[in-house]
């Protein structure tokens, strides 16, 4: 990972940085061991008791982790040798991480700790360099620090954005809805891939306000979008939001989204919430209480990735399922493998046999969607009718397929 003065002098507007002049006290001996600092830019001086320079640290080093870990007092002094950049890391932050983390590596970290705080002649600084790291552990610690510390503050800051992706029913061409997903244009590393995103706010704890802002923009925006959808009989037109394992194992998400749906005087009907196996197993007991308090509001739920999970089958049978997503990797082997297209058409007949609704993810192709519409699928969704839009650039994707004739 490099990040170079230029690109953070260009985007410090925009993200938590600390741009600091020479000479500056960072931090000083005695201080509260609340944060750690990564250097981006710049460089810094380590000053012991006695004022003895122990280390000069410069871009890509990290400090104050000692104390931030053990939550003891400081134990050196940092000042700046010149202009310098620095990234801040939460003490909250690193604790969220350490809760995820095996029971036996937090264990052997607090001794490490002890040690090294009762070793005689050390001054209680730890320089950690990117050349001491063989392993690349450093890079992927000091990324992932960036970037939960940047979600926060593009959290707080509406930086994140959420795009469509359109949902057409294959009978009758009609746009029947949206799946509503997120994206996060990072200033200085460019677009983020969705599953980092949600893995990287599952690992720090953000993963229920970000949650919470997905719904709250999935319904703001809704009334926009339904314009541009017409309903057909028996199925209403709706907006797909995906939910996290931690979301639904969190009660309150059930009051939280009909309060949503009250204030904006939004259906229960028109919205439809998707969970994958993963999502289900983290607490399969309070999901399932959840799901079903939601399917009695008349929200709809949808079982992503169906066919690949251990238990896809069984969850039709004790979660209040109305829909299943059958997973792309099957979808996109419609017409070269007979196994994924018996799993298909199984999956299809099982679903109809239960009074479901199917959805088929990933179709890039007219021949794929023609067999899909013959084996009796309702939805498509997928690059052959859309990429994901932003919410301005709808409105010229429905006029546009309108006249080639793939939306009636």
């Known amino acids: 990972m490099q990040i170079n003065a230029q690109q953070t002098s260009a985007t410090q507007a925009s993200l938590p940085r600390e741009q600091l002049p020479a000479n500056h006290l960072v931090c000083g001996i005695g201080d509260p061991g609340d944060a750690a600092y990564l250097l981006e830019s710049g460089s810094v001086e380590v000053l012991a008791k006695d004022g003895q320079r122990i280390a000069v640290m410069r871009a890509g080093e990290i400090f104050g982790e000692i104390a931030l870990l053990d939550q003891m007092p400081r134990t050196a002094t940092v000042r700046t040798l010149e202009p310098t950049t620095l990234l801040r890391i939460e003490r909250e932050l690193v604790q969220e991480l350490l809760k995820r983390t095996d029971p036996v590596i937090r264990h052997l970290l607090v001794l490490l700790l002890e040690r090294f ?29 960036i970037l939960a510390q940047d979600l926060t503050f593009a959290l707080e800051n509406g930086q994140l954005e ?12 009609n746009l029947i809805g949206f799946e509503a997903l997120i994206r996060w244009q990072h200033p200085l590393l460019g677009s983020i891939l969705p599953t980092k995103l949600i893995s990287l706010a599952e690992k720090t704890g953000l993963i229920r306000p970000l949650g919470l802002w997905v719904l709250q923009r999935a319904v703001r925006d809704w009334p926009t979008l339904r314009s541009y959808c017409q309903a057909t009989a028996g199925t209403p037109v709706f907006i797909s939001v995906n939910l996290s394992g931690a979301e639904l194992a969190n009660p309150q998400i059930v009051e939280t989204i009909d309060d949503l749906l009250t204030a904006a005087g939004m259906s229960p009907q028109e919205l439809k919430v998707e969970l994958t196996e993963t999502a289900i ?15 009695k509001k008349g929200v709809a739920v949808a079982l992503d990735d169906f066919g690949t999970g251990y238990s896809s089958f069984d969850y039709l049978k004790t979660l209040p399922v109305s829909c299943v997503k059958i997973d792309k990797s099957f979808i996109q082997e419609l017409s070269s493998s007979a196994r994924s297209r018996e799993i298909v058409q199984s999956s299809l007949q099982l679903a109809k046999s239960l009074g479901l609704l199917t959805i088929a993810e990933g179709i890039e192709d007219e021949n794929t969607a023609n067999l899909l519409a013959t084996m009796g699928c309702d939805i498509a969704q997928g690059y ?4 994901p839009l932003s919410l301005q650039a709808i409105l010229q994707w429905v006029d546009e397929s309108r006249k080639l004739g793939r939306l009636a």
Do not use: F, W
């Open 384 to 387: 052959l009718y859309s990429m």
């Open 117 to 145: 705080r009762n070793r005689s002649g050390v001054h209680g600084v730890i320089c950690a360099t990117p050349e001491q790291d063989e392993s690349g552990d450093m890079e992927a610690a000091m990324l992932t620090l």
């Open 281 to 295: 197993i983290e607490d399969m007991e309070t999901v399932g209480v959840v799901l079903d308090k939601l399917a």
């Open 162 to 173: 959420l795009a469509y992706q359109p949902l057409v029913r294959l009978d009758e061409h």
